[in-house]
C-alpha cells in the first residue's frame, strides 16, 4: 500500500506577505499564516507537516 503525498506549498500573497499550504494524506488545507518572508513560511509549514507526522526532534 502506497502511503498519500504530504507536502508543503509557498506562495506570496496579495498583501506581500507569505504563506504555506499544506497537503497532508492526499488532502489539501487552506493556507495559514502572514509570514514577513518566504523561508519564515516554509519552516512553519515544514514543522506542521513534521508534527502531523509524528516526527519530533530530538
Same mark, same amino acid.
Given at each position: 500500500m502506497t502511503q498519500a503525498t504530504?507536502?508543503?506549498?509557498?506562495?506570496? =500573497? &496579495?498583501d506581500g506577505k507569505w504563506s504555506f499550504? *499544506?497537503?497532508? &494524506?492526499g488532502v489539501t488545507h487552506p493556507a495559514s499564516g502572514k509570514f514577513s518572508? =518566504? *523561508?519564515q513560511? =516554509?519552516?512553519a509549514g515544514?514543522?506542521?507537516l513534521n508534527a *502531523? =507526522?509524528?516526527n &519530533?526532534?530530538?
Open positions: 504530504s507536502n508543503v506549498t509557498v506562495a506570496k =500573497q &496579495r499550504t *499544506l497537503t497532508f &494524506r518572508s =518566504q *523561508l513560511a =516554509q519552516a515544514m514543522a506542521t *502531523l =507526522q509524528g &519530533r526532534q530530538a
